[in-house]
């Protein structure tokens, strides 16, 4: 197999790693009570705007690729 394949391999195995660890979870808007549906418990609904806060999900969030990380807590 090329490098250009066996790269495009990589990636594909990387991405599906990345997919399988992805849960969809499901709850009511805290604003307007319309039923939502998520990435791994973090939530923004489409009807009135809201959105919970990013420490609010199921599992730490990567960090950035200039390594920044999430913002600091309140």
């Known amino acids: 197999m090329s490098a250009p ?5 990589s990636q594909a195995e990387a991405a599906a790693a990345f997919l399988a660890a ?3 979870t499901e709850r009511a ?4 009570g319309t039923s939502i549906a998520g990435v791994n418990g973090r939530y923004a ?3 009135c705007g809201w959105t919970n806060h990013w420490s609010d999900g ?3 969030l990567p960090e950035g690729s200039d390594g920044t990380g999430p913002p600091p807590a309140r």
């Not at 394949?5 to 391999?9: C, G, L, P, S, Y």
């Not at 808007?29 to 307007?32: G, R, V």
């Open 22 to 24: 992805q849960q969809i």
């Open 58 to 60: 199921l599992s730490q």
């Open 29 to 32: 808007c805290a604003e307007c």
């Open 5 to 9: 394949d066996q790269d495009a391999v």
């Open 45 to 47: 609904c489409g009807g």
